[in-house]
DNA sequence: CAAGGCTTGGCAATGATTTTCATATCAAAT
DNA sequence: ATTTGATATGAAAATCATTGCCAAGCCTTG
């Protein structure tokens, strides 16, 4: 039973932004970043501020709703996670074609080396690029 | 999202500082930040720009010298690469501790992919990132 | 010695993310 | 319905790591 505690999670309010900015990542198929969501909610005609965007990611990455990776420039991509559990792929570095590849062998060993180091909270990035057999084949 | 690639190597002069920062870096036993090197190096009374330590960090990842991982703040941080081949490494968030790891499962699935998916030149990132014992115990 | 090129370092500029703060909104209590 | 206390919003300002700029310094070669 003393299992249940439910403390850090700030109050949480249903707002009409929130939801937006949910409904925005989730209609996005890969990673975005802030700046492209409120560019794209802006577009669909919904005023949000930057701000608010920035906060409701940050919530819902917290909420465990969002997983967060850094591109090259250090730029938080955010990607609404569905019942599905992370994911890790092999991405063409010249048309951006992604390819979903079968993780369990990398998750057994993340989790193997989170619990044999003692760390806390590990959590881990995978990524992988490389140049589709089209774009090393065709001219361009 | 355009790729960043440029620093021109070629012309490599060794300079009293990038040595300094080498120095500085190779004295450190896991990841740091430029900032910290640079405090770091004032400390021991060679003065060298920011810049400098920037630039010279840049030329040393480029040359294959160091490694580079970011923090949860979007943080770079540095680690000296010795005579070792490419590694992986858990590091803390916190403090910036890194445990090597052994890697040989991965390199072996990421070679298996490479050769399974017909992709060419492929490369892999591995991070693994947490808090380490010592700070998850100590404050905050 | 002179010229040209690589370096340096302080400072301005960038750009993402966060904070501030006055205002708006909600939920429950009155 | 109105008050009240707490939370949310957004525009602008603040932060902060990192990079760009550029005049001045240092080397090397002619």
Chains 1, 2 share one sequence.
Not at 11 to 22: F, G, N, Y
Not at 89 to 112: M, N, P, Q, S
Request: hydrophobic share 40%; charged share 25%.
């Amino acid at each position: 039973m003393p299992r249940t505690r439910r403390i850090p999670v700030p109050p949480w309010r249903d707002t009409p932004q929130r939801l937006q900015v949910l409904r925005a990542l989730a209609a996005r198929p890969g990673f975005s970043s802030a700046k492209l969501l409120h560019a794209r909610m802006a577009a669909d005609g919904c005023e949000v501020g930057l701000s608010t965007v920035y906060r409701a990611l940050a919530a819902l990455v917290e909420a465990g709703q969002a997983d967060v990776v850094r591109d090259d420039n250090g730029e938080r991509l955010f990607r609404h996670r569905g019942e599905e559990q992370h994911q890790h792929y092999l991405v063409c570095r010249h048309c951006g074609f992604a390819l979903a590849l079968d993780t369990d062998e990398i998750e057994t060993w993340a989790d193997r080396i989170a619990r044999e180091s003692g760390f806390a909270d590990v959590r881990h990035t995978v990524e992988l690029a490389g140049v589709c057999t089209e774009c090393s084949a065709g001219p361009l």
